[in-house]
């Protein structure tokens, strides 16, 4: 879409940076312009009016102007904090995660509606949810059907018969899941468990009003993070520095 001299935006802040003196350049997660790189200048100071607004995952009202190099953060308001995302650290290494596969998937001018409003309301239902890791996980999915890359669960790639509800299996290059006959052999093809397998279903049929109250065991989380990252990382072509670091946070509070 095109943007004006000056133009209002909604936007999600996934990034900041120093930049000069006293300045921060942002990057913001936009419905209709996408990825944006805005200057927020003197948002340093302590007495700038834009300073407590451009903290990472907070989603604000922007007034932006156009700039022959980065456009200019103008006016800035709240409309949500999400502060507790930023209090704990947990919470804050899911929500990176968020905001880096955002970063890597939609670029500048990606017009979609839909996907801003599903990264919004994941980042409250990490806030909010009994188990944040099912709502990462249900982001990821409906993410990819939102970019493009909805996993096929229904029918086998191949043949295309309905699948059953069976030990079929999970093939990233293929774009989703196999029937047992045509998995078998097949290069990067590994085999799904059936719980596994019925969650990716549940999620990409039902809202999150209905996956929220899942209750899903530890096998079963490890497993739906190991297949959806591997897709992701298929369709990226890189891993996400992000996924690490909510390893480490894993391990060591498991110690
Ligand atoms: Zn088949």
Not at 211 to 240: C, K, M, N, W
């Amino acid at each position: 879409m095109d943007r004006g001299r000056l133009y209002r935006t909604e936007g999600l802040i996934l990034h900041r940076t120093d930049f000069g003196e006293a300045d921060r350049l942002l990057t913001v997660y936009t419905p209709r312009y996408g990825l944006l790189r805005l200057l927020a200048k003197g948002a340093r100071k302590p007495t700038s009016r834009k300073a407590g607004h451009v903290e990472p995952f907070t989603c604000v009202n922007l007034l932006v102007a156009r700039g022959r190099n980065l456009d200019i953060v103008s006016q800035v308001e709240t409309l949500e904090p999400f502060r507790r995302l930023r209090e704990n650290l947990e919470l804050a290494s899911l929500s990176y995660y968020v905001g880096e596969l955002i970063a890597g998937f939609a670029g500048e001018g990606d017009e979609n509606p839909p996907l801003f409003d599903l990264t919004v309301a994941t980042l409250s239902r990490l806030c909010e949810a009994r188990d944040p890791t099912l709502a990462l996980r249900f982001f990821e999915l409906r993410a990819l059907g939102l970019l493009g890359y909805q996993p096929q669960l229904f029918l086998c790639i191949t043949c295309q018969t309905q699948l059953e509800p069976v030990t079929n299996y999970f093939c990233p290059a293929a774009g989703g899941v196999v029937c047992p006959c045509h998995g078998e052999g097949l290069p990067d093809a590994v085999p799904l468990a059936l719980p596994t397998f019925k969650v990716l279903r549940y999620m990409q049929t039902h809202p999150w009003d209905q996956v929220g109250a899942l209750r899903i065991s530890p096998e079963t989380h490890l497993d739906l993070e190991s297949v959806l990252q591997s897709f992701i990382v298929y369709q990226l072509e890189r891993r996400l520095r992000s996924v690490d670091f909510i390893h480490r946070l894993r391990r060591e509070a498991k110690v």
